[in-house]
């Protein structure tokens, strides 16, 4: 039962990895850009905002606390389709014979296009978000997509799918059988898988969605030296589902911050710890957590990381911590009732673990020593990503509104 209550933390120090670690060559400042680049060529581009919470920062005893709220990217409510649409499009223009510097997405959506390539039909298994921007994508292309999701998936989080034109389908299964079972079906029908995770033999895909998620570190980092002129972030908490995320933009920030990148914390829902288990063993590859993956945090219910971002998590993280739902929770009431003046973001389970997370280490008992050991302090700019919104609104009011969610 402990485990149900408390926070667990694994520290393995910045220099675990060695001096041998090296970031993927897929994470180039050259392919981020051209990953950026592509992103701002659609009409619904928009940076997010980065929003400054001045009055909760004083709360909890750190010196900034910003938080990169995601439920404005393209009118989706999540980041996700940053990740989706890039590998689509990079996807067809490889079926094109071009390169991505030179078209940008209004010819991939041309009935020019379309001619030259045919129908394709892109499929992807997700637990929400990653399934609505696909679909998205592929009704933007004039293209058809399959989602499968797992049991238990929320009727608003279809819908939003089906709305779209796509085929939505819920299997009795859990994350990770639908994702092996998109992969099945795409290789008896002939359609194209776009997952956000990697395996043996299918890279290409999930490490153009990853160059496709840089776009939020790179956004960041840009309007926090605006925000603070001349400072940094000290801290990011990144919250990982199969990782992919949290591996691109540490990537990102490791690149582009080198060498005093900000001291990373990955969160994950105890049900669904996997990265923490990596941790935790360790090896140098990753273990899996297993079960229905039961947690709140449907967009973190993943039991087998993507080996590529494990690589730079195990490498680059400096912290993993296994949470349970009502530090989820806690995040999602402190941004729905703001402190002071500060601004309100509406932020979901998955999107607001990292600010529940902190207020944990910063005010509650069982965090002190993860205070100590990372170092935060009243000097630390601390940086967390809202990466949804409200995309269960039921389920958002249920645990804002009533404070009530089902206990796992
Ligand atoms: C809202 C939200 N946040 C975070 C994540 C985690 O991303 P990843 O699976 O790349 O770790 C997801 C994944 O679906 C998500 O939907």
């Known amino acids: 039962m402990q485990k149900e209550r408390s926070i667990l933390a694994v520290v393995p120090g910045r220099q675990a990895a060695g001096s041998t670690k090296s970031l993927p060559a897929f994470l180039s400042s050259?392919?981020?850009?051209?990953?950026?680049?592509?992103?701002?060529?659609?009409?619904?581009?928009?940076?997010?905002?980065?929003?400054?919470?001045?009055?909760?920062?004083?709360?909890?005893?750190v010196g900034h606390l910003l938080v990169k709220d995601e439920s404005y990217r393209f009118g989706l409510n999540a980041f996700k389709v940053l990740g989706a649409a890039y590998a689509m499009g990079s996807?067809?223009?490889?079926?094109?014979?071009?390169?991505?510097?030179?078209?940008?997405?209004?010819?991939?959506?041309?009935?020019?296009?379309r001619r030259q390539i045919g129908a394709v039909t892109f499929v992807t298994a997700t637990d929400g978000n990653h399934g609505r921007a696909?679909?998205?994508?592929?009704?933007?292309?004039?293209?058809?997509?399959?989602?499968?999701?797992?049991?238990?998936?929320?009727?608003?989080?279809?819908?939003?799918?089906r709305e779209t034109g796509a085929d939505a389908h819920v299997i009795n299964g859990n994350y990770d059988e639908?994702?092996?079972?998109?992969?099945?079906?795409?290789?008896?029908?002939?359609?194209?898988?776009?997952?956000?995770?990697?395996?043996?033999?299918?890279?290409?895909?999930?490490?153009?969605?990853?160059?496709?998620?840089?776009?939020?570190?790179?956004?960041?980092?840009?309007?926090?030296?605006?925000?603070?002129?001349?400072r940094r972030p000290t801290h990011v908490l990144l919250q990982a589902g199969v990782g992919s995320m949290a591996a691109?933009?540490?990537?990102?920030?490791?690149?582009?911050?080198?060498?005093?990148?900000?001291?990373?914390?990955?969160?994950e829902p105890h049900n669904a710890n996997c990265m923490y288990l990596s941790a935790k063993s360790g090896e140098r590859e990753a273990q899996a957590a297993t079960g229905d993956l039961q947690t709140i945090m449907a967009g973190l219910a993943c039991g087998e990381p993507n080996p590529l971002a494990w690589e730079i998590l195990r490498d680059y993280a400096d912290a993993f911590v296994s949470c349970p739902d009502h530090v989820a929770a806690t995040g999602?009431?402190?941004?729905?009732a703001p402190a002071g003046s500060d601004p309100k973001i509406v932020s979901g389970e998955s999107g607001a673990v990292g600010v529940g997370l902190l207020s944990t280490i910063m005010q509650k008992e069982e965090g002190r020593w993860l205070q100590k050991q990372l170092g935060i302090n009243e000097d630390s700019v601390i940086?967390?990503?809202?990466?949804?919104?409200?995309?269960?609104?039921?389920?958002?009011?249920?645990?804002?509104?009533?404070?009530?969610?089902?206990?796992?």
């Open 91 to 113: 996807y067809l223009c490889e079926r094109l014979g071009r390169s991505m510097e030179e078209v940008d997405f209004d010819t991939l959506r041309s009935e020019e296009v």
């Open 178 to 230: 639908a994702v092996r079972l998109s992969e099945k079906v795409a290789r008896e029908r002939g359609w194209q898988v776009i997952q956000d995770t990697a395996w043996d033999g299918y890279t290409t895909i999930p490490s153009w969605i990853m160059q496709g998620y840089t776009t939020i570190a790179a956004e960041a980092i840009r309007q926090l030296s605006e925000s603070l002129p001349g």
């Open 332 to 336: 999602m009431r402190m941004l729905a």
């Open 30 to 61: 050259a392919a981020c850009q051209r990953a950026h680049a592509f992103h701002q060529s659609f009409a619904q581009y928009q940076e997010t905002p980065l929003v400054s919470l001045p009055a909760l920062a004083r709360e909890l005893g």
């Open 134 to 161: 696909v679909a998205w994508a592929a009704a933007q292309l004039g293209q058809q997509a399959v989602v499968y999701l797992p049991k238990g998936s929320s009727p608003q989080r279809v819908a939003a799918i």
């Open 248 to 267: 691109a933009v540490l990537g990102y920030m490791a690149d582009q911050l080198a060498p005093d990148y900000p001291v990373t914390i990955i969160v």
């Open 383 to 408: 940086l967390c990503f809202s990466t949804e919104g409200d995309t269960d609104q039921e389920q958002y009011r249920r645990i804002v509104w009533e404070g009530i969610w089902p206990s796992v």
